[in-house]
């Protein structure tokens, strides 16, 4: 049948929505994995060209982001952007730029100048209270050299810092600070305090720029931190400082690779005028009382959070539900490492329990998504064999289990709000790239590759792959490939599989599978 002309026409013209995204490095889980969520709706997300965007060896381009936001903006239904990007080029630039005080406080009222130039565009803006690792080591090296022989040192002076302020010091307390004091180099801890400074007085603007109503929404995030940390001490004043905004303008929250995510998601249920009701459900035992690693907080405050972040609501029973989270803790409240011996596939205290849960939602017609947090930094292998067996992995709608817990429960929730707007081949698509990266690579394969990295020809360690960079992308290829034989389905979009490492370490990978729905790099201009 013929479609009437009028039909015709106003189908031809029908907009496809346009988000601009700016994510805070060009790292795959924050670029184009995120990006990957919104496109399979249909979106067109537009990012900037990945060598404009902050690298492990490259901190970012701030005058040249501004100059590629005014140049997109125009015609967007929205903009997603990482205010580290825009005031120091990266996340990591947050870190260990070398730009004036007022540079930065000059870039973050940059904001109101856009805001005026584009008073309709919705704009949801991402920022972090830097983190306090815990070890020179915890770094990555994604902090001034210095950090490397006293990291550990410095964490301790803000542990003992912040609970200072909260609650006081014991006397032997007291005598470890002076002692910190001594110990740590002046220089060092003067440049790593006064950068910080820097970064709150930038996030203190940032909040007053919310208060005028330039942003329609602006959350940050608190990197690796802990119950007592300079992280901690910082975002106790900042959320003080915003608490008259409410948590629908502000908040601060556990957490940061996840944000762009939250605020994708967002952006596209206030576009559709919709409050995704969450219901959440955890293992027995502490549940949402678990306090993770690299958190200061409970997952349930953390998930709270999350779920005002993407403009939701948690109901407290699952038929009032669009989405239905599982979170896999451990019964004793702890959260362990990916690599660690233990996370073998032995089923553990839990485990059928935590499975019989999402079994029981999905047979009841729930969507479903899983928050694999037992584990940091990859998936828990005896839920997910126990997942395999009960033929749940491509039944569930949203799952994800790689690094921080926080960056966990929150990708899910953002990726699990939006998959009802999805087609069931968009929703496999996002679980395959889910399963590859954080049950394939970084709970099993990572592990043994980088036992066999003395093996591989070349020089090179984990943390910087040097000339090895090949000989590893081509063995963990090889390994990829088996594991996906041996636990997924024989999908078209996995019969060739290339893993990459484009921030020249094992940490995170660019797994290639499929051709990705396309996503628009515009090339610098000048």
């Known amino acids: 049948m013929t479609m009437p002309m009028a039909q015709a026409k106003h189908h031809a013209e029908k907009k496809v929505p346009k988000i601009v995204y700016i994510p805070h490095d060009n790292r795959p889980i924050s670029d184009k994995q995120t990006a990957e969520v919104v496109a399979k709706l249909g979106y067109d997300v537009v990012v900037p060209p990945n060598d404009m965007l902050g690298s492990r060896e490259d901190l970012g381009h701030p005058a040249a982001l501004w100059t590629w936001l005014e140049e997109n903006a125009a015609d967007a239904d929205a903009a997603v952007i990482s205010s580290d990007s825009m005031l120091y080029g990266s996340l990591v630039g947050s870190r260990k730029h070398e730009y004036a005080k007022e540079e930065v406080t000059q870039?973050?009222?940059?904001?109101?100048?856009?805001?005026k130039a584009h008073p309709k565009l919705p704009l949801y803006v991402f920022g972090s209270i830097m983190r306090t690792p815990r070890t020179g080591e915890a770094s990555g090296h994604e902090e001034p050299a210095y950090y490397r022989n006293y990291g550990a040192d410095i964490f301790r002076y803000t542990v003992l810092k912040d609970k200072e302020e909260v609650e006081g010091l014991s006397s032997r307390e007291k005598k470890e600070k002076a002692f910190l004091t001594r110990l740590i180099p002046q220089k060092s801890l003067a440049d790593w305090m006064g950068r910080r400074e820097k970064n709150f007085a930038a996030s203190e603007e940032m909040i007053a720029l919310t208060r005028k109503g330039v942003f329609n929404y602006f959350v940050l995030g608190r990197d690796d931190n802990a119950p007592y940390s300079q992280t901690h001490l910082e975002s106790r004043h900042l959320q003080e400082a915003g608490k008259d905004l409410g948590k629908t303008r502000f908040q601060s929250m556990a957490g940061i690779d996840e944000m762009g995510m939250l605020m994708l998601a967002r952006a596209v249920n206030d576009m559709k005028r919709e409050v995704p009701f969450i219901y959440v459900r955890y293992n027995w035992g502490k549940g949402d009382y678990t306090v993770p690693t690299y958190s200061d907080e409970k997952i349930g405050d953390s998930i709270a959070s999350a779920i005002t972040a993407i403009g939701g609501m948690m109901v407290a029973s699952p038929e009032k539900a669009d989405f239905v989270l599982a979170v896999n803790t451990n019964p004793s409240g702890k959260t362990y490492e990916a690599n660690d011996?233990?996370?073998d596939g032995t089923p553990r205290e839990g485990t059928k329990y935590f499975a019989d849960i999402v079994s029981d939602y999905v047979g009841r017609g729930y969507p479903v998504g899983?928050?694999?947090?037992?584990?940091?930094?990859?998936?828990?292998?005896?839920?997910?064999?126990?997942?395999k067996k009960r033929g749940l992995l491509f039944k569930i709608r949203a799952y994800s289990g790689w690094n921080t817990a926080t960056?966990?429960?929150?990708?899910?929730l953002g990726t699990g709000a939006l998959v009802k707007h999805m087609d069931n081949d968009g929703v496999?698509?996002?679980?395959?790239?889910?399963?590859?990266d954080d049950w394939a690579y970084q709970a099993n394969v990572r592990n043994t590759v980088a036992r066999q990295l003395t093996w591989l020809r070349g020089d090179g360690v984990y943390g910087n792959l040097g000339s090895k960079l090949d000989s590893v992308?081509?063995?963990?290829?090889?390994?990829?490939q088996r594991f996906v034989e041996d636990n997924l389905p024989p999908l078209p979009t996995l019969e060739e599989i290339e893993v990459r490492f484009p921030w020249n370490r094992m940490f995170e990978s660019d797994i290639i599978h499929e051709p990705r729905r396309e996503i628009h790099y515009f090339k610098q201009r000048g």
Do not use: W
Not at 407 to 412: A, E, L
């Open 107 to 115: 870039r973050a009222n940059a904001f109101e100048t856009f805001r």
């Open 341 to 343: 011996p233990m996370n």
């Open 370 to 387: 899983v928050a694999d947090i037992a584990y940091g930094n990859g998936s828990d292998n005896a839920l997910m064999e126990e997942m």
């Open 407 to 412: 960056n966990s429960t929150g990708f899910v």
């Open 428 to 436: 496999d698509a996002l679980l395959v790239t889910r399963y590859l």
């Open 473 to 480: 992308s081509v063995r963990t290829t090889h390994l990829m």
